[in-house]
């Protein structure tokens, strides 16, 4: 590889970076159009890897592109919060179907241990962002061992649109319902029971827990 290559990639890696961290920080705010001219200044680089981190930006579904008017953030209005709640919930459902089929002893306790840990963290105002990275991590490695590479390529892709959506949308906590106990460690138990219908149960309980949207529209 060139040098000169090399920092084509490196540019466009940092052009990337840039406007994704502005993207889902709220700086960009959801419908903010995105020049490719505005973007190379916000980054102070070139138009070429800007253009190359709006594709990019593209196919991890946080920017629009259309004809006539080019790249815009996206909106995030109840119908694309719906729908990639909807997304995220057949994937998650079919990621721990397949592991109940398919898993060894070592995946297990790599498991346990993750949705212990999570489920002890102590949550509070200031370690939020810590917290849902934890999620995050326990979530993704059941994907990973599900051996579904697509699977784990639209759970990272999900988790930057949540990430917006938390710093953008807020929820009021529904009264009376408190974080179950062992709320993660439950899906690990299914897991293990082999029934692929308790096991996806258990997850669609767990990812309605979140209170985005009710059960019933799934």
């Not at 840039?18 to 490719?36: D, N």
């Amino acid at each position: 590889m060139t040098g000169e290559r090399k920092q084509f990639i490196t540019s466009a890696e940092q052009a990337y970076e840039i406007i994704c961290a502005k993207i889902i920080s709220g700086e960009l705010k959801p419908g903010e159009k995105l020049t490719r001219r505005q973007m190379a200044s916000v980054t102070g680089l070139s138009v070429i890897p800007v253009i190359e981190a709006l594709h990019r930006l593209e196919g991890e579904g946080l920017v629009i592109s259309e004809p006539h008017f080019g790249s815009r953030v996206i909106d995030l209005d109840e119908k694309m919060i719906i729908d990639r709640f909807a997304l995220r919930m057949a994937i998650e459902c079919q990621v721990i179907r397949n592991l109940t089929i398919k898993h060894n002893p070592r995946d297990i306790e790599q498991l346990r241990m993750l949705a212990k840990n999570l489920d002890l963290y102590k949550r509070d105002e200031d370690d939020q962002d810590e917290f849902w990275k934890y999620h995050f991590d326990f979530h993704i490695k059941l994907a990973q061992l599900s051996r579904v590479d697509s699977f784990v390529a639209e759970l990272k892709r999900l988790n930057l649109f949540d990430i917006l959506r938390r710093t953008i949308v807020t929820y009021t906590k529904v009264k009376g319902k408190e974080v179950p106990e062992r709320h993660h460690e439950k899906l690990i138990e299914a897991i293990e029971s082999g029934d692929r219908e308790l096991a996806e149960a258990t997850m669609r309980e767990h990812i309605n827990f979140s209170g985005l949207v009710r059960e019933e529209q799934f």
